[in-house]
């Protein structure tokens, strides 16, 4: 299995970026899909979920970012506008077997998100 994310770099404060994740070797429909960060020295945090079932964002997401997938492609991504310098840091997506975009937080804390990209960098300067 590989997760392929793209479309970091850098852009200005209030910018816009869109990154993509290109999933192969599993079955993409049967995946929550699901986007984190980790800013340097700082944990992990969930950013956002999506599966059938809907969408599900953490609170840095909200009203800002927009998550989609297109199951034709095995893609998934992310549309991050009025972007804030602390959302600088790496992005990463991830797929886990599940039915529920809203478990994907309490999987990721448990040690149990089946995969992982190797993730894009986000630079927001001021």
């Known amino acids: 299995v590989q997760l392929q994310a793209s479309g970091g770099g850098l852009v200005q404060a209030g910018g816009s970026l869109r990154l993509s994740c290109a999933a192969s070797?599993?079955?993409?429909?049967?995946?929550?899909m699901g986007w984190f960060r980790q800013a340097p020295g700082q944990e992990r945090e969930f950013v956002a979920a999506?599966?059938?079932?809907?969408?599900y964002y953490g609170d840095s997401a909200k009203g800002r970012f927009t998550i989609s997938r297109d199951n034709t492609k095995n893609t998934v991504y992310l549309q991050m506008n009025s972007l804030k310098p602390e959302d600088t840091a790496v992005y990463y997506c991830?797929?886990?077997?599940?039915?529920?975009?809203?478990?994907?937080?309490?999987?990721?804390?448990?040690?149990?998100?089946?995969?992982w990209g190797q993730g894009t960098l986000v630079t927001v300067s001021s």
């Open positions: 991830a797929a886990d077997q599940g039915l529920r975009a809203q478990a994907m937080p309490l999987q990721s804390k448990i040690g149990r998100i089946d995969y």
């Open positions: 070797g599993l079955t993409f429909g049967n995946y929550v």
């Open positions: 999506i599966m059938r079932s809907g969408v």
